[in-house]
């Protein structure tokens, strides 16, 4: 159905939607190109949040070098949207632009669009076809299409050990297991998600600041900690460079408690945000707290770095979508393990299924996926 030419263009697409990659969130990351007399004549990603789409941005780019796209074809990574948002719907620029075809990778899994951004375009009479690259488009979004089809983000747990499986001494020391290319490529996974979470335990032992420092971008992670207690230090360094776009909020059990009510009041003083959902055992509700991050706080990717304790309830829970691990190349013996979990029988256990490995320098980056 597709032509080697389609490929090559809806490639470019791609490309083009991977720089929208640290950008766009929680809005998809999606490319165009607009193609006539097989030359792009225009093309664009999209940006950030209340900014123009990618197709906008092509048909922009096209305008600005004097190109007219009547006639031409359109690949687009995604679906163009017919609702309006916090921009107008692009299947109405598309529509007055007058491209004789459009080619779409993937339907929108939002379902106010979801198949009727390409019934409005064959309505016109242009030409529609969506299918092309697809897997690729999806693995892009994998967040995004998360939160639309399961109401929950994409979660992804980073942790970096030995080859022993140990991620710090036994006295909680862990800087640095790998070397400066692992932890840079680390920051590149950080620096694509909308919120990074993290236990209060490794704020206490660790001080991190999980921001994004070694690649650059115009956004960074919200900084989510789950303390039950409200135990975080007023001095963390976690609670610096609180903005409206990237701020941190602190989940607890419970603000019933007179003592933990004063906490929260130091900590939202500081414009950091406590909000408590407790289980049925007086800790934090993990499934819970990722339905909210989805659904009331719009995030379509969560990493999850953190310690041996929450790293094992984050499994054992079934919140995990996806493993990001760093092997460095020695043992450390006596030492912390990756995560608190048991398996009673084989036949109960989690299998992964892996989807990637790469070396950087001499650390080894294995990605799974749940089978």
Not at 129 to 143: F, P, V
Not at 271 to 279: D, H, L, P
Request: neutral net charge; hydrophobic residues 40%; glycine residues 8%.
């Amino acid at each position: 159905m597709y032509s080697a030419v389609d490929y090559q263009f809806m490639s470019e697409a791609l490309a083009e939607a991977q720089n929208a990659l640290y950008l766009s969130n929680p809005n998809p990351r999606v490319g165009c190109v607009i193609v006539k007399d097989g030359k792009i004549i225009g093309r664009g990603f999209t940006q950030q949040v209340g900014g123009p789409h990618a197709e906008i941005q092509a048909l922009a780019d096209a305008k600005s070098q004097g190109n007219d796209p009547a006639g031409a074809t359109i690949y687009v990574t995604l679906e163009p949207c017919s609702h309006t948002g916090r921009t107008p719907p692009c299947v109405d620029a598309l529509v007055a632009a007058k491209p004789v075809k459009v080619i779409a990778a993937m339907l929108d899994p939002n379902p106010l669009v979801s198949g009727s951004g390409l019934e409005k375009l064959q309505a016109v009479g242009i030409e529609v076809q969506c299918g092309l690259m697809e897997s690729e488009a999806q693995t892009l979004n994998r967040g995004f299409i998360s939160r639309m089809t399961r109401g929950l983000p994409w979660v992804r747990m980073k942790i970096a050990a030995s080859l022993d499986g140990k991620t710090a001494l036994p006295d909680g020391r862990s800087q640095w297991i790998t070397g400066p290319l692992a932890r840079a490529d680390g920051h590149h996974w950080r620096a694509q998600v909308c919120a990074i979470v993290t236990g209060v335990g490794t704020v206490k032992e660790d001080d991190p600041s999980l921001n994004v420092r070694d690649v650059l971008t115009q956004r960074q992670p919200w900084r989510v900690i789950v303390d039950s207690k409200l135990e975080t230090p007023l001095a963390a360094k976690i609670l610096n460079n609180v903005t409206a776009s990237s701020g941190v909020i602190i989940v607890c059990a419970s603000l019933n408690n007179p003592g933990i009510q004063e906490k929260a009041k130091a900590f939202q003083e500081r414009g950091i945000e406590v909000v408590a959902m407790a289980n049925a055992f007086g800790k934090v509700d993990l499934p819970k707290l990722f339905s909210y991050l989805a659904k009331e706080r719009g995030m379509n990717e969560v990493h999850i770095e953190s310690g041996f304790k929450l790293n094992g309830s984050m499994l054992r829970e079934d919140c995990v979508d996806e493993l990001l691990l760093y092997y460095a190349p020695f043992f450390m013996g006596e030492g912390i393990g990756m995560a608190n979990v048991s398996t009673p029988s084989l036949d109960l256990r989690q299998d992964w299924r892996m989807i990637d490995q790469c070396l950087f320098g001499p650390d080894l980056r294995l990605r799974y996926i749940k089978n």
